[in-house]
């Protein structure tokens, strides 16, 4: 690892760089980031990995951009970065290889039938201890769900971001942010990584606001899915439906089944092993495994199984799990260990990682409040100015999307306009009877914005 990176600060600069096709500026990288810190904290760890030769630089002062060094491997690095067991490098090392020199393999049935729910342990009584300590955020006698809703526009943003990443989508966090809240599409992006970041917020709603309702069920399994593949699939049919065609995995060596029937009786056998489990993180992982392994659907099997882990969490009232800083490379290989070897460790080792990482990102959630923020303190009479004129001429959310552009053009420097539009959304997004005088708009001005917006 660079010297004087922090560990965390380290993985989410790879993760970033590596899954990037081009050069990246600072901004970009700044809006990419997991873990938010300073810019000139980040620029401080840029100079770093480029001294340490981890990552080389292009061009100068403003257009100064950076990559990944092209001698580099990842892989190493990552896992270097992310903890891994020694079962995990192993199966890192095996799925690294090249397809040809891995043996094809089919869908094992025994794989499942040898879990007994509650017996079976994929996960240490050590850890699950340690995770329920310090993933438990509200009483036990709290209505299931309570927390989730509490955290939902936050967890919107970070989990359909983070499992839209996971599947290449390259949507920054700001470009998710802006998606969710205020409906502006990214410029330049295809549009299905719009719609498949929608999906995910349509998925995660559904589990949140129906949690007395849902479980690992077919009703709920299949309308994940209806909801994560709308209009994402050739056959308009196809989301929520069994699958009853062969399917591949690109890059890998493993053939799903592609029987109808077994399909259906080991979806349902994995449902029933689910609700059989009592401790909600062994539910979680058990449902990453074997959903993606079975393969139900067409495609959008992944993205399932990771909005599905969160059942068990978000009932519990526990930390949700949004994937954050795991990388793509890392977990495209994970679940290739399962696939072709039936090996579970890979996954688990970014399972826990990834599950201490939500812990660290809602912890400074609720310890949000602190000292007064110097940008707002700069830029104080600027956003009182165009606040007002959003809410006197009630702009809807698209409408101060398309505003805030041009205005932040003409009234605020360069440098800064990125942040200032994010930190007026924010404050738009704050509003409430309570807080609006400070605005000098009147009632009748607030409600009739509020309306709209």
């Not at 892989?75 to 690294?96: E, H, K, T």
């Not at 794989?111 to 009584?125: H, Q």
Request: charged share 25%; aromatic share 8%; glycine share 4%.
């Amino acid at each position: 690892m660079a010297r004087d990176v922090p560990h965390s600060e380290h993985l989410d600069l790879l993760r970033i760089l590596s899954e990037s096709k081009r050069a990246l500026s600072a901004a970009e990288i700044h809006g990419q980031l997991t873990l938010k810190i300073p810019r000139r904290t980040l620029q401080a760890r840029l100079k770093t990995l480029v001294e340490d030769g981890t990552v080389t630089r292009q061009g100068q002062v403003r257009s100064t951009k950076y990559r990944l060094a092209a001698h580099r491997s990842i892989i190493p690095q990552i896992s270097a970065a992310l903890p891994l067991s020694d079962q995990g490098r192993s199966a890192l090392a095996y799925v690294s290889q090249n397809i040809a020199a891995r043996n094809p393999t089919g869908y094992n049935q025994t794989f499942l039938e040898e879990y007994a729910p509650n017996t079976t342990r994929y996960l240490s009584d050590q850890l699950v201890d340690e995770l329920s300590n310090l993933g438990t955020v509200g009483a036990h006698e709290q209505q299931a769900g309570t927390y989730a809703k509490q955290i939902l526009q936050r967890l919107l943003v970070d989990l359909a971001w983070n499992s839209s990443r996971l599947e290449g989508n390259t949507y920054s966090l700001l470009d998710t942010r802006r998606l969710i809240d205020f409906g502006e599409a990214a410029d330049g992006k295809d549009q299905r990584e719009a719609q498949m970041i929608l999906n995910h917020k349509d998925a995660i709603e559904f589990l949140v606001r129906n949690v007395d309702g849902t479980g690992f069920n077919r009703y709920t399994i299949q309308n994940l899915h209806a909801l994560l593949a709308n209009n994402l699939l050739p056959d308009p049919a196809a989301p929520g439906r069994l699958r009853s065609i062969a399917v591949g995995i690109e890059g890998s060596a493993f053939h799903p089944l592609d029987n109808p029937h077994l399909i259906d009786g080991i979806f349902d056998a994995i449902l029933e092993k689910a609700r059989a489990i009592d401790n909600p993180f062994e539910q979680a992982f058990f449902v990453l495994v074997h959903l993606p392994y079975l393969q139900p659907f067409e495609d959008v099997n992944k993205r399932v199984s990771r909005i599905a882990a969160n059942i068990p969490l978000i009932r519990a009232n526990l930390v949700p799990l949004s994937f954050d800083g795991v990388p793509l490379d890392l977990y495209t290989k994970s679940v290739l260990a399962i696939y072709e070897r039936n090996d579970i460790s890979l996954l688990r080792d970014v399972f826990i990682f990834a599950y201490r990482r939500s812990i660290q990102t809602y912890a400074a959630v609720r310890q949000s409040l602190g000292e007064p923020d110097p940008f707002r303190i700069k830029y104080r009479d600027q956003m009182a100015a165009v606040v007002l004129q959003i809410i006197t001429h009630t702009m809807s959310r698209k409408e101060t999307a398309q505003f805030l552009k041009p205005w932040c053009v003409e009234n605020i420097p360069p440098e800064h306009r990125e942040d200032f539009r994010t930190t007026v959304e924010d404050e738009l997004l704050a509003l409430h009877e309570g807080n609006f005088a400070r605005y000098r708009v009147r009632p009748s001005e607030f409600r009739s914005w509020q309306a709209v917006w």
